[in-house]
């Protein structure tokens, strides 16, 4: 959905691949932060930031969720970085039907990086607090932007549902679901 252009702060996490040494502080940090209840747990199949490893040539990539997709991406570019190629997949914080990377492990809905921001909001996000090593920096800058009517987290689950199984599929569950529940009232 199309805004129109305002000034806005823009949060982002800047990453320094030449200091991050793969050590999942911060995967691990925003898996317990997002767990429910909130720090009851680390799993991080759930973490909204995930680092990519190459262990034989001492490589890590910390990579952020993004937006849901319905489809791959069309283009698949190949990087190279210190002679090993990699496939542009490889760095994509987009969750996809084509990769389990940043869905939930239970429900297969989508994850997205919420920078944090939830009650009680952080000064910044906790990957950031945790990354010993300063790899991952916080920055809060004003941009011009064009504003788009954000999806809240029900909305962007109920839209994954849709896409995955249509709407007809997902009115009759909801139907089922509410007379299964009225009748237990």
Same mark, same amino acid.
């Given at each position: 959905?199309?805004?129109? $252009? ?15 040494? #793969?050590?999942? %502080?911060?995967?691990? =940090?925003?898996?317990?932060?997002? %767990? ?8 991080? &199949?759930?973490?909204?930031? @995930?680092? =990519? ?7 890590? =990539? ?8 319905? %489809?791959?991406?069309? #283009?698949? @570019? *190949? ?15 987009? =969750?996809? +039907?084509? @990769?389990? $990377?940043?869905? /939930? +492990?239970?429900?297969? !809905? +989508? !994850? ?12 910044? +996000?906790?990957? *950031?607090?945790?990354?010993? $090593?300063? &790899? ?19 909305? !962007? #689950?109920?839209?994954?549902? *849709? ?6 599929? !997902?009115?009759?569950? $909801?139907? @089922? ?7 237990? /009232?």
């Amino acid at each position: 959905m199309k805004g129109e $252009l305002t000034k806005k702060k823009v949060k982002r996490i800047k990453v320094d691949l030449d200091k991050c040494n #793969g050590c999942r %502080a911060c995967e691990l =940090v925003c898996s317990a932060f997002h %767990a429910k209840p909130r720090y009851s747990s680390i799993n991080p &199949a759930r973490s909204r930031i @995930r680092v =990519v490893t190459d262990e034989i040539n001492d490589e890590y =990539v910390p990579i952020r969720s993004t937006d849901y997709t319905k %489809a791959a991406c069309d #283009g698949r @570019r *190949v990087y190279t970085i210190k002679g090993k190629e990699y496939s542009e997949c490889s760095f994509c914080g987009t =969750v996809c +039907p084509t @990769r389990d $990377l940043f869905k /939930d +492990p239970d429900s297969g !809905l +989508p !994850l997205k990086c919420d920078l944090c921001e939830d009650d009680p909001p952080q000064k910044e +996000p906790l990957c *950031v607090q945790a990354c010993s $090593l300063n &790899a991952l920096t916080y920055e809060e800058m004003e941009e011009e932007v064009e504003e788009e009517k954000k999806l809240s987290e029900m909305e !962007l #689950g109920l839209k994954s549902l *849709v896409d995955r199984y249509g709407v007809e599929k !997902l009115k009759d569950s $909801l139907a @089922r679901i509410s007379k299964k529940h009225s009748c237990r /009232d």
